[in-house]
Nanobody, 125 residues
Framework: VQLQASGGGLVQAGGSLRLSCAAS????????MAWFRQAPGKERDFVAT????????YYAESVKGRFTISRDKAKNSVYLQMNSLKPEDTAVYYC???????????????????WGQGTQVTVSS
């Protein structure tokens, strides 16, 4: 399975960006996918996850109400709509996926088995 992330860029505070992540080799899978982010010198942090089958979503408190994760089954893609961006949202954003079911909401890097290459998001003040 390969993930290709895109859509990052430079935006002013208060602006919006939409990240995309296209999955290849994942056809027929119904397992969670997620977005994480990593700022310079910091650990990779959970942002949002989506249950591929039901569409149920879960967000980190820091982005709740501003970010929306969604998926398009036909395109085998997951998206992250980011609104009201803040300078502290600046990071490299990674999409991630699992290869099997999980009974809890996955929010840690260890719970995801494959990753995209990352896309840079920079929010200027």
């Amino acid at each position: 399975v390969q993930l290709q992330a895109s859509g990052g860029g430079l935006v002013q505070a208060g602006g919006s960006l939409r990240l995309s992540c296209a999955a290849s080799g994942r056809t027929g899978s119904n397992y969670p996918m997620a977005w994480f982010r990593q700022a310079p010198g910091k650990e990779r942090d959970f942002v949002a996850t989506i249950n591929w089958e039901t569409g149920t979503t879960y967000y980190a408190e820091s982005v709740k109400g501003r970010f929306t994760i969604s998926r398009d089954k036909a395109k085998n893609s997951v998206y992250l709509q980011m609104n009201s961006l803040k300078p502290e949202d600046t990071a490299v954003y990674y999409c991630a996926g699992r290869l099997n079911r999980i009974v809890v909401v996955p929010t840690t890097t260890a719970q995801f088995s494959y990753w995209g290459q990352g896309t840079q998001v920079t929010v200027s003040s």
